[in-house]
């Protein structure tokens, strides 16, 4: 084939021509970060208190459930075939052990299950210091996208979401009484990691964002699920329930994965798979 032919196919319009390539999934599809239901977010609510979330108005949460139906970890819809998560929530490909709930606000009602195809964990993922604490998802069936069912946007390499900036966390975590059957959130302040070192020291690292400590946190649960901050009026996954206190004090800032610095892996495995 000459060059202008070839030149002429990679031009051709994709419904018309039987082209033989396949454009990757975008990361962040058009219409990601906008709920169809509008999220109300009061302030410094105390997630470990439990302010429920408008029902449906995170339509990118997902809560990943084993075979019984246990919820043990959040995650988040970045487009209709991923999901991504946290690296420590070990979530398995087998078939018959995980599975991704889409569209749920109560955990005692049915949603949209999805199986899982297969999971990429960071290759640079350590259990100990807890650093790239990323995994992604592919999904076995694409998501039914719809009013309950949504992408979030996925922060860029060169975004700046700086301390003091107000952004949003939710999931299922404890609080003081129990598990919540609802989905929870709360509004919580972003702190530079000069600041978070003062509460964990050298544990913060560049892989590494912190929220809280201002009266609200993130707790067990919530693991893998989404802190999402505003940018050009969507919501955008900044961070990825990480790690903090182990009794969930809401004086002690949450540490979540930052997705600025991980969003070139995540570009590759995405285009790879």
């Known amino acids: 084939m000459s060059l202008d032919k070839i030149i002429n196919f990679i031009k051709c319009d994709l419904e018309i021509c039987n082209c033989v390539f396949l454009l990757p999934t975008m990361m962040s599809p058009p219409g990601c970060g906008t709920p169809a239901i509008q999220p109300i977010v009061s302030g410094y609510s105390r997630i470990v208190n439990g302010e429920e979330a408008v029902p449906h108005s995170w339509p990118w949460q997902v809560s990943l459930q084993d075979y019984t139906g246990f919820h043990f970890c959040?995650?988040?819809?970045?487009?209709?075939?991923?999901?991504?998560?946290?690296?420590?929530?070990?979530?398995?490909?087998?078939r018959t052990s995980h599975r991704v709930v889409l569209g749920e606000h109560n955990r005692s009602s049915g949603s949209e299950n999805v199986q899982v195809m297969r999971v990429f964990?960071?290759?640079?993922?350590?259990?100990?210091?807890?650093?790239?604490?990323?995994?992604?998802?592919?999904?076995?069936?694409?998501?039914?996208?719809?009013?309950?069912?949504?992408?979030?946007?996925?922060?860029?390499?060169?975004?700046?979401?700086?301390?003091?900036?107000?952004?949003?966390?939710?999931?299922?975590?404890?609080?003081?009484?129990?598990?919540?059957?609802?989905?929870q959130q709360a509004a919580l302040p972003l702190l530079a990691n000069s600041d978070c070192q003062r509460y964990w020291g050298s544990k913060i690292t560049d892989k590494m964002i912190c929220a809280g400590a201002a009266g609200a946190s993130s707790c067990m649960g919530d693991s893998g699920g989404p802190l999402v901050c505003q940018k050009g009026g969507a919501w955008t996954l900044v961070g990825i329930v990480s790690w903090g206190s182990g009794t969930c004090t809401p004086t002690m800032p949450g540490v979540y994965a930052r997705v600025t610095e991980?969003?070139?892996?995540?570009?590759?495995?995405i285009a790879a798979n």
Not at 262 to 269: C, T
């Open 262 to 269: 991980l969003r070139a892996w995540m570009d590759q495995k």
């Open 121 to 183: 964990k960071h290759e640079n993922y350590n259990g100990y210091t807890i650093n790239n604490d990323i995994l992604l998802i592919k999904l076995a069936s694409p998501a039914q996208l719809n009013m309950r069912v949504s992408p979030v946007c996925v922060a860029e390499i060169g975004d700046n979401f700086p301390g003091g900036m107000m952004c949003v966390t939710s999931g299922w975590g404890l609080t003081p009484s129990n598990t919540p059957a609802l989905l």
């Open 74 to 94: 959040g995650g988040s819809l970045i487009n209709e075939n991923w999901v991504v998560t946290a690296a420590h929530c070990n979530v398995r490909s087998n």
